[in-house]
Nanobody, 125 residues
């Protein structure tokens, strides 16, 4: 069982910045890919960003490209999300996710086996 411990988030005005971090622990295998999804009230969970450790390949949703930066430490199974130029539409619960193999589509929640509890990010206008 892999546990994901998240920290960060909070309340910020539009144009501001927040950061999130997520550390994976437990299990007897390494993680293949870690990422972030978000879910706003009344909306489906959507992909935000992910990092695949092999080749340190990074992926972003178009809606956050240029504003958010994902980074990580493979040895520590830790991933970070720096969020700049935040907009009210970025308001959501942000979930850390962990994939243990290459199965599935990286932007699909189904590709990730483990999930964090999700810190709240609120951006006021």
């Amino acid at each position: 069982q892999v546990l994901l411990a998240e920290s960060g988030g909070g309340l910020v005005q539009a144009g501001g910045s927040l950061s999130l971090s997520c550390a994976a622990s437990g299990g007897t295998f390494g993680t293949y890919r870690m990422g972030w999804f978000r879910q706003a009230p009344g909306k489906e969970r959507e992909f935000v960003a992910a990092i695949r450790w092999i080749g340190t390949t990074i992926y972003y949703a178009d809606s956050v490209k240029g504003r958010f930066t994902i980074s990580g430490d493979n040895a520590r199974n830790t991933v970070y999300l720096q969020m700049n130029s935040l907009k009210p539409e970025d308001t959501a619960i942000y979930y850390c996710a962990c994939a243990v193999n290459a199965g599935g589509t990286r932007t699909s929640a189904n590709a990730y086996a483990y999930w964090g509890q999700g810190p709240q990010v609120t951006v006021s206008s």
